[in-house]
């Protein structure tokens, strides 16, 4: 198994941890009787997380406010961590965002500080925490990416390419980690209904529309998924049949037969 064994000095980082999937792999890892380190920007959100898995299933919990746009405040995670007395022997790297529309029509700040979170972020945190891991001969690190990083998505070009480099990043760590006791995985999600469509700008039932029932999957499935990819060592997950078939079959078919398709159904570019 990749995951180390639980110990009251070790913590499963989280970051993204205060909604949707980052809250469900919080509440995985807590089942399984792991300690956590929650972080968001919302700290109230935190803190009721926190309570609850505590109470639940006994595990310590710490609340690390922190804007992971932001390098100084990243820098200071680590060392909030490291004053507790704790050890991070898992990295989730889960907090994200996106921007909807075409580029020619952008924010630039918006646009880079997608770039900041989704992965300069992902970059900062696995540079500080897996030499560390590889020093003692364990740990796991799950980096969520998208069933988007298979192939450029017009409508959301700045986020299908943050999550197409996690992928490819995640993937080059995995064989780099061979033979040292630590790995990587990428966890690449399928859309599921958390409310990050509507953080980016999305109508609920345009993309409800746009995408068939059958592909949608719940944040706890996603979750669970993902953790037990992470505790055998995988180096990618696709939560749901439909999902994996149609992210492999996107990377395989020809751009220029793809591309004009996704465009026509992407809901950020109908008014176009």
């Given amino acids: 198994m990749a995951l180390p064994p639980p110990s009251a000095d070790r913590t499963c980082l989280v970051t993204g941890a205060s909604s949707g999937i980052g809250a469900e792999i919080a509440r995985e890892l807590a089942r399984r009787g792991r300690g956590v380190t929650l972080v968001a920007r919302r700290k109230e959100k935190l803190e009721d997380l926190a309570t609850e898995l505590a109470g639940a299933h006994g595990v310590r919990t710490e609340v690390v406010a922190a804007d992971l746009a932001d390098a100084e405040s990243r820098a200071r995670l680590a060392d909030d961590v490291g004053d507790r007395g704790l050890t991070i022997d898992v990295l989730v790297n889960n907090a994200g965002l996106s921007t909807t529309g075409p580029v020619h029509r952008s924010d630039p700040d918006a646009e880079l500080r997608m770039l900041r979170v989704d992965v300069e972020a992902v970059v900062d945190l696995c540079s500080r925490v897996l030499p560390g891991m590889v020093t ?27 999550k197409a480099f996690v992928l490819a990043y995640t993937q080059a760590i995995h064989t780099e980690l061979r033979g040292t006791g630590v790995t990587a995985t990428a966890l690449c999600p399928g859309p599921v209904d958390t409310g990050f469509g509507e953080a980016a700008g999305f109508d609920a ?4 529309a746009a995408l068939p029932a059958f592909m949608w999957e719940q944040a706890a499935d996603v979750a669970r998924v993902g953790v037990e990819g992470m505790d055998r060592g995988r180096a990618v997950v696709i939560p749901g049949v439909a999902n994996a078939i149609g992210a492999y079959a996107g990377h395989l078919t020809p751009k220029s037969l793809l591309l004009p398709l996704l465009a026509r159904q992407h809901p950020a570019l109908k008014s176009r």
């Avoid at 969520?144 to 070009?157: D, E, I, R």
């Avoid at 039932?205 to 409800?208: N, S």
Wanted: include cysteine; aromatic fraction near 6%.
């Fill in 205 to 208: 039932a345009d993309a409800e």
């Fill in 136 to 162: 003692r001969g364990e740990g796991a690190v799950l980096n969520v990416a998208s069933t988007a990083a298979f192939q450029p998505l017009p409508g959301q070009a700045g986020y299908g390419g943050c």
